[in-house]
Nanobody
Framework: QVQLVESGGGLVQPGGSLRLSCAASGSPSSFYAMSWYRQAPGEQRELVATITPIGSTKYAASVQGRFTISRDNAKVTVYLQMNSLKPGDTAVYFC?????????WGQGTQVTVSS
């Protein structure tokens, strides 16, 4: 069992930055691939970025070059650095830990990009 708690969301102006954190507890989360997803009102949840246990990363085309995912296995925390934010990035952001067919989700944190 893995528990995930996201933090760092908020209101930011277009062009601004935010850093989201996802603190994990329970089973050794260093064995899990960690991902950030987001869901805007009326939209399906979409994958934003993934980082594997060995540190390989993958990004959605819409955030490539603007967002950076990283993990600190000693602190069992995953981060999402979001730069050059756009109104289209407004959504609830969820952290996910996955290994094989098993996945765990956090409760989400709201990110709003607006002037």
């Amino acid at each position: 069992q893995v528990q995930l708690v996201e933090s760092g969301g908020g209101l930011v102006q277009p062009g601004g930055s935010l850093r989201l954190s996802c603190a994990a507890s329970g089973s050794p989360s260093s064995f899990y691939a960690m991902s950030w997803y987001r869901q805007a009102p009326g939209e399906q949840r979409e994958l934003v970025a993934t980082i594997t246990p060995i540190g390989s990363t993958k990004y959605a085309a819409s955030v490539q070059g603007r967002f950076t995912i990283s993990r600190d296995n000693a602190k069992v925390t995953v981060y999402l650095q979001m730069n050059s934010l756009k109104p289209g990035d407004t959504a609830v952001y969820f952290c996910c830990a996955a290994r094989g067919s098993i996945s765990y989700w956090g409760q989400g944190t709201q990110v709003t990009v607006s002037s």
